[in-house]
């Protein structure tokens, strides 16, 4: 018998993850929370997924282009703006819009109720972007445009001004 283990056989030491509705980071970001289910280290890195919760009359980030990464929304319940360039697109509940990397985007909430989405990110990178801006806001310090665009370059994420 060999060391070489067989790819087609299910391995033992593979963990399942399981995140029950009151577990997951947890990061507060204004009028927004996001609730991350898999940040990545249970995949390779391949996939991230967070819960977001967007209250109403919630203004999303600045349009804005991802070069490393697609990104995924499912509108839970509520409505969500997607604006994709100068395309605006409400979404609701069993929608599903997925951006490939060097899309323009951004969403808001421009309702009277709260909207819930699940997000994707393929492969996991921008979690950290969400934790970042946490952490300028726990010190103190407001969540300006300008701290916003420099969180976003850490990962390979910039605004995308031509549509300013």
């Given at each position: 018998?060999?060391?070489?283990?067989?790819?087609?056989?299910?391995?033992?030491?593979?963990?399942?993850?399981?995140?029950?509705?009151?577990?997951?980071?947890?990061?507060?970001?204004?009028?927004?929370?996001?609730?991350?289910?898999?940040?990545?280290?249970?995949t390779?890195?391949?996939?991230?997924?967070?819960?977001s919760?967007l209250?109403?009359?919630?203004?999303?980030?600045?349009?804005?282009?991802?070069?490393?990464?697609?990104?995924?929304?499912?509108?839970?319940?509520?409505?969500?703006?997607?604006?994709?360039?100068?395309?605006d697109?409400?979404?609701?509940?069993?929608?599903?819009?997925?951006?490939?990397?060097?899309?323009?985007?951004?969403?808001?909430?421009?309702?009277?109720?709260?909207?819930?989405?699940?997000?994707?990110f393929?492969?996991?990178?921008?979690?950290?972007?969400?934790?970042?801006?946490?952490?300028?806001?726990?010190?103190?310090r407001?969540?300006?445009?300008q701290a916003?665009?420099?969180?976003?370059?850490?990962?390979?994420?910039?605004?995308?001004?031509?549509?300013?």
């Amino acid at each position: 018998m060999t060391e070489e283990t067989n790819a087609n056989e299910p391995q033992a030491h593979t963990a399942v993850s399981v995140i029950g509705p009151g577990d997951g980071e947890m990061i507060v970001l204004g009028t927004t929370r996001m609730r991350v289910l898999e940040d990545g280290s249970h995949t390779g890195h391949r996939l991230a997924i967070a819960e977001s919760v967007l209250a109403p009359h919630t203004q999303g980030p600045p349009q804005h282009r991802h070069a490393r990464h697609d990104e995924g929304f499912y509108v839970l319940s509520g409505t969500v703006r997607f604006t994709v360039g100068d395309e605006d697109h409400d979404a609701t509940a069993g929608t599903l819009v997925m951006v490939p990397p060097g899309t323009p985007h951004t969403f808001a909430n421009l309702t009277d109720q709260p909207a819930v989405f699940l997000s994707t990110f393929t492969p996991d990178l921008y979690v950290q972007y969400f934790r970042d801006l946490q952490e300028v806001l726990a010190g103190g310090r407001p969540l300006t445009p300008q701290a916003n665009i420099d969180a976003m370059s850490r990962y390979a994420t910039e605004p995308a001004t031509d549509l300013a």
